[in-house]
């Protein structure tokens, strides 16, 4: 079984767009064929990106 955790990835202040990121991310999740993907916490580094 694969599980696959992240955190703090505060996507608003990447290079990269933020829909870029998670498509980057579930693509590798689909490569590596894991069972589950926990999220940590911290997607965004500001608050209202988050709701």
Do not use: C, W
């Not at 079984?1 to 693509?27: C, G, T, W, Y």
Request: zero cysteines; a negative charge; aromatic letters at 12%.
């Amino acid at each position: 079984m694969k599980i696959v955790v992240s955190s703090d990835n505060h996507l608003d202040v990447n290079r990269i767009s933020p829909a870029e990121a998670l498509a980057f991310q579930a693509q590798y999740l689909n490569q590596i064929k894991a069972d589950y993907y926990l999220f940590a916490g911290d997607m965004f580094s500001q608050l209202p990106l988050t709701k």
